[in-house]
């Protein structure tokens, strides 16, 4: 996305530049009648503001975040995040790759940025595009590193931490660690409201999962009916396509 906005940028600043550079002390000194001297104290004094303010920034960016006003970038890289979850979601996994490819250093911002603002609606967002992001790369170890941090971010609100829960079970899972991960969406489970039936439904899919790998069959089985109920119930098409599948894995041990 740089070409979109480095001609504008440069054109602008260039323009800038060099009018404060040629033609600003003939004007003051012409128009304005100061001398040179006067003229040249103006831009020393515009040239520092100019840093102090890049300076300021710099350092205030992260606070401004975490009063709710937040960078552009991050919500247009979610934005596009999602989308490529909906492009998984149909069918067109190539076309997410595809986007990932093009988009991956600046994608790679949007965790760091997210856990540095500490805006727990941004995180909220970043946690339900979790499976999107890293499921769709196969980056489970980074995916649990993020989910690590974020336990601490969101300690406080317990149905944020109870997602959180869930998709670090989710990644323990993919990393061969069924016990822990049993433990990790148990324990989210516990925080997720009964109302949120989605996300009680994507517990319940890695809790049958766990219980699949360690190969209580029964007890995976009734977790997979359990939350296939509940993913018909809210018509969440992906996860009952999911469990559908698990529970086929299931029939055939």
């Known amino acids: 996305r740089f070409w979109w906005i480095s001609p504008l ?3 602008g600043m260039g323009s800038f530049m060099a009018i404060k550079g040629l033609w600003a002390v003939p004007w003051l000194m012409e128009v304005e009648h100061t001398t040179r001297a006067s003229a040249a104290h103006h831009l020393f004094a515009m040239n520092g503001v100019i ?4 300076v300021a920034l710099g350092l205030l960016g992260t606070t401004l975040a975490r009063r709710g006003i937040e960078a ?3 919500s247009y890289y979610l934005n596009l995040v999602q989308a490529q979850e909906e492009a998984v979601q149909s069918g067109r996994q190539e076309d ?3 986007v990932f490819r093009e988009e991956w250093q600046n994608c790679q911002v949007i965790p760091e940025s997210i856990l540095e603002s500490g805006n727990e609606d941004m995180l909220l967002r970043w946690v339900e595009l979790v499976d999107s992001y890293y499921d769709v790369r196969g980056a489970y170890t980074e995916a649990l590193a993020f989910l690590t941090r974020a336990e601490e971010v969101v300690k406080d609100n317990a ?3 109870g997602r959180v829960l869930l998709e670090k079970g989710y990644a323990l899972l993919w990393l061969g660690e069924a016990h ?3 433990e990790n969406v148990l324990q989210g489970l516990t925080l997720i409201p009964e109302t949120q039936k989605r996300w009680r439904a994507r517990g319940l899919n890695s809790l049958g999962f766990a219980s699949n790998v360690l190969g209580e069959f029964d007890r995976a089985l009734t977790e997979w009916q359990e ?3 509940l993913a018909r119930e809210t018509n969440y098409t992906i996860y009952e396509a999911h469990i559908t599948g698990n ?3 299931n029939e055939t041990e």
């Open 72 to 74: 552009r970038h991050l």
């Open 96 to 98: 997410a790759l595809r």
């Open 51 to 54: 840093m102090l303010g890049y």
């Open 9 to 11: 940028a440069s054109l």
């Open 159 to 161: 149905p944020l931490l």
């Open 247 to 249: 529970l086929g894995i």
């Open 180 to 182: 822990p991960a049993r």
């Open 227 to 229: 939350a296939l109920a």
